[in-house]
């Protein structure tokens, strides 16, 4: 398999180009986090100031000291997807994304837990896993100062204030803060039992 630095800058660019061309569906999830170029946690790049920096973002004016960033940039605008996982066609915006969903596909779990040895395929599971060990709860709610150690509890806590209830049941009628409240009430009706005693 060719790698990135087996090939000249001028076919990287063309393939780049020519695999932005592809649009890619997004939900709506996808739509609302759609970053603009100016991120906060942006740095400049050391050693090039403005002036060295010839190519820029038409969208958000951002600059770039290499003349392949655009092409990979502009892919934060579009939406487009253009890295497909073969073996269950999830589609990606980069190529290192890809590769790291990829390790779901295998058995290999590479970071493992110095406390209890339980091996993970991705450092940043080790990393959010390692807070059972700690105790640290790195997400407080700014409303009631309840602090969670994943980020998406805090998002599922934060409905208690808003009142927020997105998950709706198009039979009954009724909608939930919580997507297993949803599914709990869906097997009810469906008198399905998805779990054996054991």
């Excluded at 779990?109 to 700690?134: A, E, M, V, W, Y």
Aim: aromatic share 6%; with cysteine; net charge positive.
């Amino acid at each position: 398999m060719e790698t990135r630095e087996d090939k000249s800058l001028q076919q990287y660019l063309v393939e780049e180009a020519v695999l932005s061309g592809y649009m890619a569906q997004e939900s709506n999830w996808e739509k609302k986090r759609r970053r603009s170029c100016r991120r906060k946690d942006s740095k400049p790049i050391p050693g090039a100031n403005k002036e060295e920096r010839p190519t820029l973002c038409q969208e958000g004016g951002q600059t770039f000291s290499q003349s392949n960033t655009p092409v990979q940039h502009q892919i934060i605008h579009t939406g487009d997807k253009p890295y497909e996982c073969p073996k269950c066609q999830k589609r990606f915006q980069t190529s290192s994304n890809l590769l790291k969903h990829q390790q779901i596909h295998t058995e290999e779990r590479p970071f493992c837990c110095p406390d209890c040895r339980k091996g993970f395929k991705q450092n940043s599971h080790l990393i959010r896993h390692q807070r059972i060990h700690t105790g640290e709860r790195p997400y407080e709610c700014g409303e009631c100062g309840m602090s969670f150690s994943q980020s998406s509890n805090l998002i599922c806590h934060h409905r208690i204030h808003t009142k927020e209830r997105p998950y709706e049941s198009e039979q009954r009628g009724k909608s939930f803060s919580h997507r297993s409240h949803l599914i709990r009430l869906q097997n009810i009706h469906a008198e399905e039992r998805p779990y054996k005693c054991g």
